[in-house]
Nanobody
């Protein structure tokens, strides 16, 4: 079991910045990839960004150039730096860790509780 704890959400004005943190209960070296999803009320959950074990990153087109995902292996923590925030970024952001359990055939996704990000206009 992987426990994920997010922090860093809050209320910010448009154009401002926030940094989200996702701390894993195990070494992130054992995790295939970690990333952030977001979901606004009435909207489909969407992938925001992820970083894999080798350090490769991927971003949704809507956040490219504004968001940066990074990791601190010593702290088993992944960060999402969010700059130039827009009201459209308002959502619950959830951390996801994808790991293949020993003996399993496919990877399994572990989810954090979620942290609210609200961007006012």
């Amino acid at each position: 079991q992987v426990q994920l704890v997010e922090s860093g959400g809050g209320l910010v004005q448009a154009g401002g910045s926030l940094r989200l943190s996702c701390a894993a209960s195990i070494t992130i070296f054992s995790i295939n990839r970690m990333g952030w999803y977001r979901q606004a009320p009435g909207k489909q959950r969407e992938l925001v960004a992820f970083i894999d074990k080798g350090g490769s990153t991927n971003y949704a087109d809507s956040v490219k150039g504004r968001f940066t995902i990074s990791r601190d292996n010593a702290k088993n923590t992944v960060y999402l730096q969010m700059n130039s925030l827009k009201p459209e970024d308002t959502a619950v952001y959830r951390c996801d860790a994808q790991k293949t359990p020993v003996g399993a055939y496919v990877p399994y996704d572990y989810w954090g509780q979620g942290t609210q990000v609200t961007v006012s206009s």
